[in-house]
């Protein structure tokens, strides 16, 4: 899921440290000046001084050996590497510059010790990557859901997302979670724009045994999603919005209106991994003008890159809630930063 990212990182990490580890090299010779005053034999009150001064010298080459101060020329070497392969994997640049900030603020210029020196690089970057995916609040929206149910009201939630990115799939991929939990979901066809969006929508709602709300195409969408939440007999709706390549005012404007007839509970993104940096834009722009509350994150079994996922995060403070990870109904993994992070950069740091 996320090879290249995982690969760039290690790649530094390992980069960054062995470097020093060159270094070093060249640094234990120096007990070897030192082994020079051994040899001297002491007697006098010089010599005594000078024996002092060979002990000092063997501590200050042991600890050498054993500790270690990146220069800023090597980190700027390796870091610019690094860089490069980010901005390749659709890492966004304020990411970036945090990692940067951050490796620099512990290593330059400090004394580390060497043996840990590796492990310290690793536990930056993962920490960094961590509070990045982990900033904006989760939302469990099964538990949503049965919260709303218990105070008698539906949980709706309006999806949006760009034509392709898999927003209908995911909508039937939460149907059916819903379902799992005991939970009635209602399908809202509210894209009456696109040609077969009623039908493809109505073929999963058939398949999941949920019902479909829909008008004829060129409809009010709003008026699709006023009649969903009249709907009787259900605790979740799910409407289905436009969602033209396009991004124009007339569809930001219409969305607009469904979203303010709705009052959703919640805005859902749905956008895939692979779209890496105009899905970045994209949401971006539909926080902006619409205003979400969370992602959904789709395709990532075929995003082997994985850097939109933070970049998504980092360009719109929202969470990721899901990721869709294939076209079966169950293809739909619950978001966790702490899991996502280990999966980058192993369990232990
Ligand atoms: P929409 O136009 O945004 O409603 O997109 P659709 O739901 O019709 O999905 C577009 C295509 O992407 C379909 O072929 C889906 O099967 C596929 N798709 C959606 N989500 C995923 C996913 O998580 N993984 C994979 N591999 N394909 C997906």
Redo the contacts with the bound molecule.
Sequence with gaps: MFDFLKKAFKKFTEQLSGEKEEKEEKVEKKPEIAEEFKKEKVETEEKKKKEEKKEGLLEKAAKLITETKLSEEQFNKFFSVLEIELIQNNVAFPIIRELRENLERDLLGKSLPKAKLEEKIREILKQTVFDILSKPKQVDLVDLAKKKKESGSALVLLIL?V????????IAKLANLFIKSNLRPVLAAADTFRAAAIE?LAEHANRLNVRLIAHKYGADPAAVAFDAIKAKEKDVVLIDTA?RQTLDANLMAELAKVKKVAKPDLTIL?GEAIAGSDLVAQAKLFNEKIGIDGIIL?????DDKGGALLSVVQATGKPILFL????GYS?LIPFDAEEITNKIFGNSS
């Design positions: 997302g034509n392709g990115h898999g927003k209908t799939l995911t493809q969602g749905v789709t395709k990532v079994d075929v869709g990870n294939g076209q293809d």
